[in-house]
């Protein structure tokens, strides 16, 4: 994969800006300053959980044998963190993320036999265009 300089200077400091508005938010909270250094410290640890996490999810996905990651393989690589799986649990039964799972990838249809009908109500089509 190229890398462009330019675009990971952006996402770090995106990332940044980001980390360090929801440090100002909480110092409102909980009274206490975070140094540059802290921030930038705390900057380097969320870029290098999010890249094991942007590795680990999609081998989950893969394990199951689906296309695409779903909340409950972000679950699953948070299974080690009682605390923060909890907290993810509870933000995905929140937002009703947990929809119909999703098909294995490259799943094959069975063949039906002349006594049997097709019913293919849970399939939802993509509109044309």
Do not use: W
């Not at 969320?46 to 590795?55: D, H």
């Not at 119909?100 to 993509?126: N, Q, Y």
């Amino acid at each position: 994969m190229d890398v462009d300089e330019d675009d990971v200077a952006a996402l770090r400091s995106a990332l940044r800006h980001a980390v360090g508005t929801i440090c100002e938010r909480e110092r409102g909270a909980r009274g206490l300053a975070l140094e540059p250094d802290a921030l930038a410290t705390l900057c380097f640890v969320v870029e290098q959980y999010s890249k094991r996490l942007a590795g680990d999810i999609p081998a989950f996905a893969k394990h199951a044998r689906r296309g695409q990651a779903t909340a409950d393989d972000v679950l699953l690589v948070a299974r080690d963190n009682p605390e923060i799986l909890r907290k993810l649990e509870d933000f995905v039964a929140f937002h009703d993320l947990r929809g119909k799972p999703a098909k294995p990838a490259g799943a094959k249809r069975r063949k039906k036999g002349p006594d049997k009908t097709d019913h293919d109500d849970d399939v939802e089509l993509l509109p044309d265009g």
